[in-house]
Structure formats: C-alpha cells, structure tokens
C-alpha cells in the first residue's frame, strides 16, 4: 500500500482507517519538515529574547504565573510528561492508540505548535514498526485535550513508559531499542506540544463513527429481514411519500430498502390481504433509520474537521512571529457529536428490538411462538428477545450525555471541561450493544423467514440470509446461541452485512 504523506495539509478518513485498521505506512514530507522549522526558528527567537510563553517559559495551568529559569526549559517538558502520565484503568487497544499517534502526528506537521521534524518522525516510527505505548483508557476530562492518555503516548519517546512491540510487553526504554530508534531529549514546548489535543477522544470517536456506518446499514438489511418473516408491506417505503418529506437520510433508507425487497414471492403471495399498517417499527424504518444516517453525516463532518485541525496551545504563527494561547484544545465539539452517536445508536438498537419482539409474538403473525415448531418443549426465541432487551436498556442509560457533566480542574483554572473521553468511552459500550440486538434480529429473521419456505424473499433480503446461514444453521431444536451469536455480531462488525 503506497505510503501516506503527511504533509500538513488535510487527509480523509479513508486515510486515517487505512492506517489505523489496515496497517498504511507513512512517511513525513519535506512540504511538512520546511513548515515545523519555520515554526521552530519562532520558539527559538522567543526563547533568546526572553519572552514569557506560557508553558516554554512559565509553569502550566495554574502554575502558568510560576517562571523557570533557562537552565530548567528542558527538565520542564520532561517533568510535564512524567507528571501527566497518571491514567487508570484497561489500556486502550492497539487501533485506538494507532490512532492517537497518527492523529497527534498530523497535527504536529502543521507547523503550528513549534516542535522539531524529529518528534513527528519519531511517531510515524512508531506506527511503521509497530511499537505501541500502553495508554490508560480513563484519567482525561477533555479539557486542555486529553492530557493523561497523550502523556502516556508520549513517555515512550524519551524512553519512559511502557508499549507493546510485536504482542511484547516491555519498557518504553527497551521498546525503542527493539525498534532500533533513539530516544529523544526533549527541546523547549515540545512536551507541551505532545500533550494538549484532543486525539484520544477523537481517536475513539473516529473507530465508533466507522462501526456506526456499519451499524446503519446492517439495520436496514435487519429491518428489511424481518419485515419479509412478519409479511409486511413495503408500501411505506414508496418514493411518493418520501418526496414529500425528504430529509436525505429517509429518502437513502426507503430506496435501500425498495431494492433490498425487489422480487419478493413472500410479499406477492400475500399482496391482496386485509392488514392495512405494519406496526411503526417496520413501518417507520426509513424515518428512524433515516434520522441515525443525518446525525452520522453530522457526526462525520464534526470529526472531520477536527481531525485535519490545529488543537494544540499556546500555538504558533511563523507568518506574524507570534505565539498564542487559546483554547482549541477543548473537546466540546467531539463530545457533542459523540453524545449525538450514542443516542441515534441507542435509538437504532431500541427499534431493532422491538421488531425481534414481533417476530417471535404470535399476535404479530401467523408464525409459531418464539419462532419454534414445538413450544413448551422448546423455548425457541424467548430468550434471546431477553437478551436484546437487557442491551437495549443498558444502552438507554450510557445515552445520557457526557458533555453536560463538566467538573472543574486544575483548582478552577480548567473550570469548564468537556468530558469527551467519558463519551468516547461509554458509546464504545452502545456500539458493541447494538451490535448484539442486531445479531439477535437478524437470526431471528431469518428465522421467521424460513417458515415461508418455498417462497423467497425480496433478492437482497435473500443475500442477507445466505450471508447469514453461511455461518449459522437454523435453529431445529434448542441450543445455546451464545457462541453463533457473538460470531453473527463479529461478522456485523467486518462489514459482512452491508449488501
């Protein structure tokens, strides 16, 4: 795969998965080298004149008032890492911290925040040969950016730390050597420079957006499955009532669903029968699952424009010689548009669910009860409708946003924080939840399907269930589903389901 330039100009997301998923080497340009020297020649000229710069020259946060003498610029960015490097809980995974180091990467060959090409090298290094720094999942509020998780990234390059290089678990200092890089000393913002950003969030958020695309177009097959086991009609789906109401997602999810349905026996065979509606939770499909694909769009547009942005502070302007202090490092607009992914995830399994409660009622359709042919021996779907809904509530509570939960830091200093690593965090837990109630309606589906035998369903529902069955036996007699059905939601998660 050819190399990704980091140039300091933007990349697209597809650039950020080939990296972070598929292993896409990089490679530092010159175009990206000439722009951090010119910002580098700016901290230096500040930095002779015996300028105050927050953080090159004072303390930070609240010890921004403190100066350090010329003799301690450098202990200062070393002290800085190893103070902030104070995280608790799992480490995060090998993705999510491919994709912090690639994201602080991108943001450092700006030019903007002052560091020498070295550092940018160093972590391109990083992501080319594997060497992966183990990073706490909790310590960050989202405030001056995810300061504790980016600590931890960065402690590797000094030789502190620990990372895992080839499945190994070792020392920052023994990672490097295995690796055949050189640690480097730290010059003067360059620690600060390393830790103010918003990539650990963003991070999280980037891989949870991409599972959510996934998530969208499973439930469109998923919702299209299951309509054919409950012999629905897929007149709510005409382009004449989308046409006058036309949110693009609706419009998307109706088309979809009109092609997926296309040559259906199941639904000729039943086409003159009394039932006037479905229930809304296949009869509404293209205006709930249309409403996730708006918010997805928004979604992705917010993390877009924040993975191709300078978050660093103070930051620095070669073209006018100034360095200033901001406030870009503030992860409100991650956490909002995170919260905004938890809730329509949240909203796509609550839906989901109550289509499997459908499928195995007997009130819905002539089917037989939890979808077995011997009830009372058997238990068919009872409980996997049970398991559905434990997920569905469960992610009814991790909706709740994180980003109206603010707590000051920093003794007031960081008095508005935006707690967007809690919401990266908890909406990884609706993902893998939604995940599951999906599985559970897909084989419940098919499933209900089967029992139309030998009518067919609409041609791309029936690619669904080969897809399906490829995989997974129908259910003859009772057996624990457990296993077949984490494989359905692995099988979710790769994308198989995306017809």
Not at 182 to 208: C, Y
């Amino acid at each position: 795969m050819k190399p990704l330039n980091l140039t300091g100009n933007e990349i697209q997301l597809s650039d950020f998965y080939d990296v972070v998923l598929r292993r896409r080497p990089v490679r530092v340009s010159p175009q990206a080298i000439q722009k951090m020297n010119r910002a580098r020649k700016v901290v230096e000229k500040h930095l002779k004149d015996g300028d105050v710069v927050y953080g090159v020259t004072t303390g930070f946060g609240k010890l921004a008032d403190q100066r350090i003498s010329s003799g301690d610029i450098k202990a200062l960015q070393v002290n800085l890492l190893r103070s902030h490097a104070c995280g608790f809980g799992p480490p995060l995974s090998e993705i999510e911290t491919r994709g912090m180091i690639l994201l602080r990467a991108l943001v450092l060959a700006k030019g903007y925040s002052g560091v020498r090409p070295v550092i940018v090298e160093r972590l391109a290094a990083f992501l080319n040969q594997g060497l992966h720094p183990i990073i706490p999942s909790r310590g960050s509020v989202g405030a001056s950016g995810d300061l504790i998780p980016l600590a931890h990234l960065a402690l590797p390059l000094i030789g502190e730390g620990e990372a895992i290089i080839k499945g190994k678990k070792m020392s920052g200092k023994a990672a490097l050597i295995h690796a055949g890089l050189a640690s480097v000393s730290l010059e003067a913002k360059e620690g600060l420079s390393l830790v103010n950003g918003t990539q650990g969030a963003l991070s999280l958020g980037l891989l949870s957006l991409h599972a959510a695309e996934r998530l969208a177009d499973t439930a469109d097959l998923a919702g299209a499955m299951s309509l054919e086991a409950l012999m629905g009609t897929p007149t709510a789906f005409d382009l004449k009532i989308q046409k006058i109401r036309p949110h693009p997602g609706q419009m998307q999810v109706a088309k979809t669903l009109r092609k997926l349905l296309a040559k259906s026996e199941i639904r000729a065979s039943h086409i003159q029968c009394s039932r006037v509606q479905d229930p809304y939770s296949i009869r509404c499909i293209p205006q709930v699952h249309g409403a996730v694909r708006d918010a997805l769009d928004s979604v992705r547009q917010t993390l877009s424009t924040e993975m191709n942005s300078v978050t660093d502070n103070p930051i620095v302007f070669p073209e006018t010689g100034e360095i200033l202090s901001g406030g870009n490092f503030h992860g409100h607009p991650i956490a909002l548009a995170l919260d905004l992914l938890a809730i329509v995830l949240t909203q796509l399994g609550l839906i989901s669910e109550r289509r499997i409660a459908q499928l195995i009622d007997p009130e819905a359709i002539d089917l037989p009860l939890f979808l077995t042919k011997r009830p009372g021996l058997h238990s068919g779907l009872m409980m996997p409708q049970v398991a559905a809904a434990a997920l569905a509530s469960e992610c009814k509570v991790l909706a709740h946003p994180a980003s109206v939960d603010s707590i000051p830091t920093s003794v007031n200093q960081e008095d508005y924080v935006s707690m967007a690593m809690g919401a990266a965090l908890k909406l990884q837990q609706i993902v893998r939840n939604v995940e599951g109630i999906l599985a559970i309606e897909l084989f419940a589906a098919a499933e209900g399907i089967a029992f139309h035998t030998p009518l067919k369903p609409g041609q791309g529902v029936a690619k669904g269930v080969a897809i399906l069955r490829s995989k997974i036996s129908t259910l003859d007699e009772d057996r624990s589903l457990q296993k077949e059905l984490e494989k359905i939601s692995a099988m979710i998660h790769e994308g198989m389901f995306c017809v």
